[in-house]
Structure formats: C-alpha cells, structure tokens
C-alpha cells in the first residue's frame, strides 16, 4: 500500500517534502499497529474505509453526466457491430 499511496502522492503534489512526511506517517502507522489493540485498529480501518468511500461517491455523482455519455457511446458502438 506503500507504493500506490506514494505513487498517487507524486502524481498529485510533484513535491519530495511530501513524500517524506508520507513515509514517515506510514512508518509510524506500522509501530502503533504493533502496539494498539485490535479492535482499535479494526475502527481506524473502518473511519479510513468510508473517507474513501465518501471520495469515490462524491466523484460518481459530480462526474455522472460525463459517465452516462461515455457509457452510452460504448453501448451504442457494442450494438452496431
């Protein structure tokens, strides 16, 4: 997870400082998950899992138009062949 979250993180700021403080917070997520308990590390999880969600719902409906169109190209050049 490491890598995509690195490679996102230079696709989006371009910036070394960033990338540092990326991987030091990774690091520091590595020890206290040895050292929390389970199930705080299971709630973490979740809160991390609906911020992502949240995004990606966000995107679908800002982008839903522009989905709609390119789904109905496809649609519509599947069905002339």
Do not use: C, H, P, Q
Not at 31 to 37: L, M, P, R, T
Not at 44 to 70: A, T
Request: proline share 0%; glycine share 4%; net charge positive.
């Amino acid at each position: 997870w490491n890598f995509y979250g690195k490679t996102a993180l230079s696709y989006l700021t371009k910036s070394k400082t960033a990338l540092l403080l990326y991987n030091a917070v990774f690091v520091m997520i590595i020890v206290f998950g040895a050292i929390w308990n389970i199930e705080m590390l299971w709630e973490i999880s979740d809160i991390f899992n609906f911020l992502m969600l949240s995004v990606n719902i966000y995107g679908l409906v800002y982008f839903s138009n522009l989905i709609k169109v390119g789904s109905d190209t496809i649609i519509d050049k599947r069905s002339r062949k």
